[in-house]
Nanobody
Framework: QVQLVESGGGLVPTGGSLRLSCAAS????????MGWFRQAPGKEREFVAA????????RYADSVKDRFTISSDNTKNTMGLQMNSLKPEDTAVYYC???????????????WGQGTQVTVSS
């Protein structure tokens, strides 16, 4: 049974930084893709970033490019999201997810964490 557990959310002022972590367990993830998504109140879940477990391939949403950095540690089965220069519009529940397809489509990721709240005050 695949399990994903996020941590690291919180409240930060505009311009601040946060680092999210996602611990994965339950299988070998060598061929899997790890993704971060977020969902703000009243909005659909949206893609933030993705990485393969080797870390050789990454993709970012335009809205977070150059501010967020995704990383993976396949020796520890963990994934991170370093978020800098945070804006109020980054406020959302952030989820990590994993699947076998290289895609920004949330529906194609079968495994999800429980989410962690990120709030950026203006």
């Amino acid at each position: 049974q695949v399990q994903l557990v996020e941590s690291g959310g919180g409240l930060v002022p505009t311009g601040g930084s946060l680092r999210l972590s996602c611990a994965a367990s339950g299988r070998t993830f060598g061929s899997y893709v790890m993704g971060w998504f977020r969902q703000a109140p009243g909005k659909e879940r949206e893609f933030v970033a993705a990485i393969n477990w080797s870390g050789s391939r990454t993709r970012y949403a335009d809205s977070v490019k150059d501010r967020f950095t995704i990383s993976s540690d396949n020796t520890k089965n963990t994934m991170g999201l370093q978020m800098n220069s945070l804006k109020p519009e980054d406020t959302a529940v952030y989820y990590c997810a994993t699947g076998t397809l290289w895609t920004e489509n949330a529906a194609r990721y079968p495994y999800w964490g429980q989410g962690t709240q990120v709030t950026v005050s203006s």
